[in-house]
T-cell receptor, first 110, second 113 residues
Framework: GQQVMQIPQYQHVQEGEDFTTYCNSS?????IQWYKQRPGGHPVFLIQ?????EVKKQKRLTFQFGEAKKNSSLHITATQTTDVGTYFC??????????FGTGTRLQVTL | NAGVTQTPKFQVLKTGQSMTLQCAQD?????MYWYRQDPGMGLRLIYY???????DKGEVPNGYNVSRLNKREFSLRLESAAPSQTSVYFC????????????FGEGSWLTVV
């Protein structure tokens, strides 16, 4: 089945530092979605990327879809403690099924 | 403003016991899903229902059954619980079709001893 690998598995940053997580697939992705899950919470949709090379921004978050549609990244500028959580990429297959990456857990300390 | 509601939130089962996790959504979505989440494994799809009256296996269906009772409700049953089924279970729903946002319930923490 579709394999969506995500790196790193875990990252610990000081508040104010930048953070990036990468999502890689061995096959071409139809689209990519990003979700955030706070500790003890449930995944919450952040954004969807559809077009090759697409870049979208949400305040301090920048999402990118690779030109070949085989990878994607989420970059957070100047992290804050509210950014703590696990970030998942996910690809929508047929019948709306989402295949999730393994997630990157972000820890931010003062 | 409920969205996706699942019950119970916490449950402890003994090996071999059965139980049903209930899920309901009030967004008139056609598609519903059950995922399990284990540390370091991300979210894995157990079963999904693309529309009322249909159900299909996901990535890890063994040991589970589902029922799409009506458009609103999608239940997950463990017939004979095993310790390997200790996990956090998430119900979710979405509009039908590729690329739609999936909305998750708050999760059910299940421990099998």
């Amino acid at each position: 089945g579709q394999q969506v690998m995500q790196i790193p598995q875990y990252q610990h940053v000081q508040e104010g530092e930048d953070f990036t997580t990468y999502c890689n697939s061995s096959t071409t992705l139809s689209n990519i979605q990003w979700y955030k899950q706070r500790p003890g919470g449930h995944p919450v949709f952040l954004i969807q990327l559809v077009k090759s090379g697409e870049v979208k921004k949400q305040k301090r978050l920048t999402f990118q879809f690779g030109e070949a549609k085989k990878n994607s990244s989420l970059h957070i500028t100047a992290t804050q403690t509210t950014d703590v959580g696990t970030y998942f990429c996910a690809e929508t297959g047929t019948a709306s099924k989402l295949t999730f990456g393994t997630g990157t857990r972000l820890q931010v300390t003062l | 403003n409920a969205g996706v509601t699942q019950t119970p939130k916490f449950q402890v089962l003994k090996t071999g016991q059965s139980m049903t996790l209930q899920c309901a959504q009030d967004m008139n979505h056609n598609s519903m899903y059950w995922y399990r989440q284990d540390p370091g494994m991300g979210l894995r799809l157990i079963y999904y229902s693309a529309s009322e009256g249909t159900t299909d296996k996901g990535e890890v269906p063994n040991g589970y059954n589902v029922s799409r009772l009506n458009k609103r409700e999608f239940s997950l049953r463990l017939e004979s619980a095993a310790p390997s089924q200790t996990s956090v279970y998430f119900c979710a729903s979405s509009e039908t079709g590729s690329g739609n946002t999936i909305y998750f319930g708050e999760g059910s923490w299940l421990t099998v001893v």
